[in-house]
């Protein structure tokens, strides 16, 4: 129980990326619901077979580190330097609220995820980067024109997208075509 009201604390984590009505930001906590439903509803789409309920475990606690390390903006160079060391410091501190055998389950996965080779890190990282690209979408590139983000910055975010779902990657193009076009995401 005790780690359960830990994880509440990710609804106080704050996002970058705008909800879909452009009103205020996400938190953590909306960002990995948001991902478990998308894994399920796009499981379809991954280029190999998946344990969906990996997937799932995975978007639920990739954040969970944030806690503790803070949101990263992704386009946040400076900020993406020292993540890694912010992060697993984190972990260590999070996963151990667990019993020990739930804190290994959990950080190994938390690891798988970051490690991104395995076709459920794969495809979690799908979920992940998908997820912010369609908000921003919806909302005409908000949080895109805010911190003037270029095309080239979001396809070397998504440079390994196809792995997971080359269909997916496919509506990443669409999108970022149709956003550089409107005006919403610069192009160099």
Request: proline letters at 2%; charged letters at 30%; glycine letters at 4%.
């Amino acid at each position: 129980m005790e780690f359960l009201l830990e994880v509440d604390k990710l609804k106080f984590i704050n996002r970058q990326t705008y909800l879909s009505d452009g009103k205020r930001k996400e938190n953590d906590g909306e960002h990995s619901w948001h991902l478990a439903l998308m894994a399920v509803l796009l499981s379809e789409y991954s280029n190999e077979e998946i344990d969906l309920v990996k997937v799932i475990t995975m978007v639920l606690i990739h954040d969970i580190v944030e806690i503790d390390a803070g949101d990263t903006y992704a386009y946040d160079a400076v900020g993406n330097q020292s993540k890694r060391e912010r992060e697993v410091k984190a972990a260590d501190r999070v996963f151990h609220i667990l019993p020990e055998d739930q804190a290994e389950k959990l950080r190994q996965l938390w690891e798988e995820f970051e490690a991104y080779e395995t076709p459920e890190a794969k495809f979690a990282h799908v979920c992940d980067n998908v997820q912010p690209l369609m908000l921003n979408d919806a909302t005409d590139g908000l949080a895109w024109r805010e911190h003037e983000v270029k095309k080239s910055q979001v396809l070397q975010r998504n440079r390994r997208t196809g792995e997971g779902s080359q269909v997916m990657m496919e509506y990443i193009n669409q999108i970022l075509d149709k956003n550089v076009e409107s005006g919403n995401l610069r192009d160099e």
